[in-house]
């Protein structure tokens, strides 16, 4: 997420950091880095020169110069500066005392609207909310059928009448919400450029039939310089509370994440982060700011874990864990959990300092992971649970069976040797030293792919 | 003169386009881009222009930026101003970046265009209006629904594919996107269909595995006929920022794209990010969506498109 932005800014702060003082001239060269960095990110330019300005004002200050450690008071200040650049307070959606809370839609063609709309009816059901869903889009080819698939998809109903208007789909869409005791609508409209006139009229006319609670602005974070006029657009027109961020999961530069809140007031409240339909997260402006300056996000991927793992899971992992216990069964079972929780390389980016040290770690360890699988379930039951009792003909049979070479099965008997053994130390609460390289965690070939690339870059400039 | 579709097809005995037609683009082209609140001339303070001053081409940089131009294009366009020592001379600098005007290679028995881009570019939309557009100037057209992961994508094509008159090759959801083109071709081969038309799932060009499905329906594509697809079109929104640079880097990579096709022009987005495309990769311009109407995807005159950007 944000890589570019990120690689540039920790670069150009990086001088700083080590620092013991701080001249006026190196924190000048720092800005300008920043400043190109925000610009390359797709950051409008107003914000990217205001941004910089602000930090280099307070960089300058007084509490910065006294400081021990001044480089580090500087990325402290971007850090806020970035921050309260997304938004500071919450990102909660608001409840309406007297339910059904209705939560409007509204966007670009192509943003995201409708998937948006599964997913967040799909977070709020877990949250032990009652979603319905309303389809108000009656524009595109098949959106309806998109919307009715998502409900089936995450078990929530959809309200739908093909041959209404979109003001009367709206209404009807409220009331049958309210007379099944749904306590959450969410209300999916049409794409529509800002620029036109007619579509933005029948918004504004939805959203006074619909005097929603909260109505989102469904932005591609992809988008360029334009988001600036977009947000702006919707924000006169129909008066956003909040932005639900989509694409994230690409290397979008952030540029949109980092202009939308600045222009419009509004915060970003929601981000999806991947294709799936749980891969909608609320949206933390200060970790986010953390995770572009290779601080590494410490409470999501706690909060991503619990989520991964059932309670009752968590218990059967810590008895085991305590006894020493790690058969082939528990291996699979954290791996999978590891793989709940996203994109391998997106979750070890969130442990702090990892982030400099995944260069090259591509994503040949999906692949990998996909590999243990196999192994493991070309296993019988038994050698699953007895590890010990796979000799040099099973291991023949199960790198058969799997796909696999009998080193590789070797590789992994290995490292659930070890794994077992660690746990045997936590279990009996000394902590273990962490081994350098984790199986499966070393640097592929495409480590000097990345880099070239990364040369090249540089010789461009 | 705008580039008609006779051009951008290579059909030579064609009857000549309307004028008022090909007038259309450009006309469409300027007031779509002219929506956005100043015109790059007005930023740029063009009457006042001083190739002397330091300010008039910072200004112009400025502007570069804010349409999504990128900085290596940017700088490369002030180069270029900077040895001419002219300002007025921009629309012509930005039209040489995109190079020699296209063909779109349907000059086959069945041509194969595979179609492909990030969620939400307007895939399906541009497979439908350009298998309308084929339809009516005499070929017939096959679509693939090889989009078999978003919901509903199937039932979105196949109406677009009923509105053109087009055969439709469709398939279950969560099926093989490869069979599902192997299937078009087979069905076009057997009832002597002149194009087929693959519409994909849109997906990041970050995520491995989709890109390398991707290239696996190519690869079936370039098995079931010699020297098909024969163009693969890379869908790219014009709002999108420099982050379109990498998305066509990356699906070039997979895919081998041969052009792209820029949609949503009509919003306020200039659609920058198409220079450094052409500029960097040099990946041509082929299409153009202007509107939502049928008759405004057209094809690409990066003259044009340097005029209605300027202007």
């Known amino acids: 997420m944000f890589d570019a932005l990120s690689d540039k800014l920790q670069s150009a702060l990086g001088d700083l950091r080590s620092r013991g003082t701080l001249d006026e001239e190196a924190i000048s060269r720092a800005m300008r880095e920043v400043r190109l960095a925000l610009l390359e990110a797709d950051v409008n330019l107003e914000i990217a020169r205001e941004f910089v300005g602000h930090v280099r004002e307070r960089a300058l200050g007084q509490d910065v110069r006294k400081s021990l450690t001044p480089g580090q008071q500087v990325v402290k200040i971007v850090h806020d500066e970035l921050t309260a650049l997304m938004g500071s307070g919450s990102s909660q959606l608001a409840f309406s005392p007297r339910p059904p809370t209705t939560i409007l839609l509204a966007g670009l063609q192509g943003s995201g609207k409708t998937t948006a709309a599964g997913k967040l009816a799909l977070l709020l059901k877990k949250d032990d909310k009652k979603p319905a869903l309303v389809a108000a889009d009656l524009q595109r080819p098949a959106a309806i059928d998109q919307l009715m698939q998502l409900g089936e998809q995450v078990g929530v109903p959809v309200y739908a009448d093909e041959r209404s208007d979109p003001v009367k789909a709206v209404r009807d869409g409220i009331e049958r919400a309210k007379a099944d005791g749904r306590d959450v609508v969410i209300l999916d409209t049409a794409g529509r450029l800002h620029v036109d006139e007619a579509l933005m009229e029948e918004l504004a006319a939805v959203r006074r039939e619909a005097k929603p609670t909260n109505v989102l602005l469904v ?25 639900l961020m989509t694409k994230l999961d690409g290397d979008a530069r952030g540029g949109a994440a980092l202009s939308v809140k600045h222009v419009t007031g509004r915060p970003i409240k929601l981000a ?48 085991r864990m305590m006894k020493g216990e790690f058969s082939f069964d528990d291996f699979l079972k954290s791996y999978k959990m590891l793989r709940r929780m996203g994109p391998l390389q997106g979750v070890l980016k969130m442990i702090p300092g990892m982030g400099k040290q995944l260069e090259g770690l591509d994503q040949v360890n999906e692949k990998e992971l996909g ?64 081994p350098g390289a984790a199986a499966g965690a070393k640097p592929r070939a495409s480590a000097t792919r990345k880099s070239s690339s990364k040369r090249k870059k540089k010789a461009r400039r | 003169m705008s580039r008609s579709w006779a051009e951008l097809l290579g059909e030579d005995e064609a009857a000549p386009e309307p004028e008022t037609e090909r007038a259309g683009m450009f006309s469409r082209l300027r007031d779509s881009l002219s929506k956005s609140r100043r015109a790059l ?58 190079g020699e005007p296209p063909t ?22 541009t497979i439908g209006k350009l298998s309308a557009i084929l339809s009516a100037r005499g070929h017939s057209v096959v679509v693939a629904a090889a989009d078999t992961f ?121 659609g920058g990010v198409a220079i450094p495309i052409a500029y960097e990769l040099g990946l041509p311009v082929k299409l153009v969506g202007v509107g939502e109407q049928l008759e405004d995807l057209r094809p690409f005159d990066a003259q044009d498109y340097a005029r209605a950007l300027v202007d």
Do not use: C
Request: proline share 3%; aromatic share 4%.
């Open chain 2, 104 to 125: 779109l290679d349907v000059k086959h028995a069945p041509a194969v265009i595979l179609v492909v881009g990030v969620n939400g570019t307007g895939k399906t939309t």
């Open chain 1, 219 to 243: 932005l591609d974070a992809m988008t360029g310089q334009e988001a600036v006029n977009v947000a702006k657009a919707f924000q006169e027109r129909i008066d956003f509370d909040g932005v």
């Open chain 1, 272 to 319: 999806s982060v991947g294709e799936k339909l749980d891969a909608l997260e609320w949206f933390h402006p200060d970790r986010m700011a953390s995770r572009i300056l290779g601080m590494g996000d410490v409470l999501t991927l706690i909060e991503r874990a619990e989520a991964a793992v059932g309670d009752d899971e968590k218990e059967e992992i810590e008895r």
């Open chain 2, 150 to 270: 978003r919901a509903a994508a199937e039932e979105q094509l196949e109406i677009w594919a009923q509105r053109a008159g087009a055969d439709f090759v469709g398939s279950e959801r969560g099926a093989d996107p490869a069979a599902v083109a192997y299937d078009a071709i087979e069905a076009a081969q057997a009832r002597g269909r002149d194009v087929v038309l693959v519409d994909t799932a849109g997906r990041l060009h970050t995520q491995t595995n989709l890109m390398e499905e991707l290239a696996k329906v190519r690869r079936v594509i370039e098995r079931k006929l010699d020297g098909a697809p024969h163009e693969t079109l890379l869908v790219v929104d014009a709002t999108t920022g420099q982050n379109g640079v990498q998305q066509a880097r990356l699906f070039k990579e997979a895919v081998g794209v041969t052009g792209v096709a820029l949609t949503k022009l009509d919003g306020s987005a200039k």
């Open chain 1, 371 to 434: 590999r243990v699988e196999a192994i493991i379930l070309s296993m019988t039951p038994h050698e699953r649970r007895v590890p010990h009792v796979i000799d040099g003909s099973r291991r023949m049979r199960i790198a058969a069976g799997s796909g696999t070479t009998v080193p590789q099965v070797n590789q992994l008997l290995e490292a659930r040797k070890q794994m077992a053994k660690m746990m045997k130390m936590m279990g009996s609460g000394k902590m273990p030293q962490i």
């Open chain 2, 41 to 98: 001339t007005e930023q740029i303070q063009v009457a006042a222009f001083d190739p002397g001053d330091d300010l008039s081409w910072e200004r112009l940089e400025e502007a570069l930026l804010q349409a999504d131009v990128g900085v290596p294009a940017t700088a490369e366009l002030v180069r270029r101003l900077e040895a001419r020592g002219d300002i007025a001379a921009l629309p012509d600098e930005i039209a040489l970046l995109f």
